[in-house]
Structure formats: structure tokens, C-alpha cells
């Protein structure tokens, strides 16, 4: 049972950066697809990026590409989210999630484990 928990969020303003990271405990997550996904108040859950278990593929959401960077350390069980030049809408609560297959990275149904959450709010 892979377990998750992400961290990083807070309140920036637009323009600002942010750096989630997701820390991964249980059975190693190397060979594992991770992705990350938002979801605003009254919005349903939207995919952002997802990198292979090599980290050799990335891909991301119209919305945040040349912004964000998804990137993973294996060796530390890690994966992380680097978002840059936020705008206020990218506030949401942002989740790091796990899978098997790198394919249909961007559905949340096909993902087998999920962190609980952080919050990134950006103020204009």
C-alpha cells in the first residue's frame, strides 16, 4: 500500500512560485507513474502533470505548460511540482496520486493511490 502525503501549499501572490513535493512511504514508488492533479471549490478534479516512472516522460495540462515542472528523485521517494508564475487560477487543492500504467496519465480514475491534499491559494 503506497501512501502519500503531499506539501508545499500556501498563499502566494500571482506572479510567485510555489514548490509542492509529495513524500512517498510504503513500497518504493519506482516503479511508479506519478501525477498531480487540482481541484477548485465546486469544480471537479483536473489533471496537471504526471511523469513516467523513470522520469524519462512528462506531460502536462494546457494550463500550466512552460509554468510548472513535474520532476521525481526515486531515490528518495519523492516527487515534486514546481509552479511558477501562478495566476489566481491555479488556487485549488493540489494532489500527488500513483498508478502503474503511464497510459490515460491524465484520468484520476485510473490512479490506484492519492495523497490527502495541500492547499495553493493565489491572490491577485
Known amino acids: 500500500q503506497v501512501q502519500l502525503v503531499e506539501s508545499g501549499g500556501g498563499l502566494v501572490q500571482a506572479g510567485g512560485s510555489l514548490r509542492l513535493s509529495c513524500a512517498a512511504s510504503g513500497p518504493p514508488i519506482s516503479s511508479y507513474t506519478m501525477g498531480w492533479f487540482r481541484q477548485a471549490p465546486g469544480k471537479e478534479r483536473e489533471f496537471v502533470a504526471a511523469i513516467s516512472w523513470s522520469g524519462g516522460v512528462s506531460n502536462y495540462a494546457d494550463s500550466v505548460k512552460g509554468r510548472f515542472t513535474i520532476s521525481r528523485a526515486n531515490a528518495k521517494n519523492t516527487v515534486s511540482l514546481q509552479m511558477n508564475s501562478l495566476k489566481p487560477v491555479d488556487t485549488a487543492v493540489y494532489y500527488c496520486?500513483?498508478?502503474?500504467?503511464?497510459?490515460?496519465?491524465?484520468?484520476?480514475?485510473?490512479?490506484?493511490?492519492w495523497g490527502q491534499g495541500t492547499q495553493v491559494t493565489v491572490s491577485s
Open positions: 496520486a500513483a498508478k502503474r500504467r503511464y497510459s490515460d496519465y491524465d484520468a484520476p480514475a485510473g490512479y490506484d493511490y
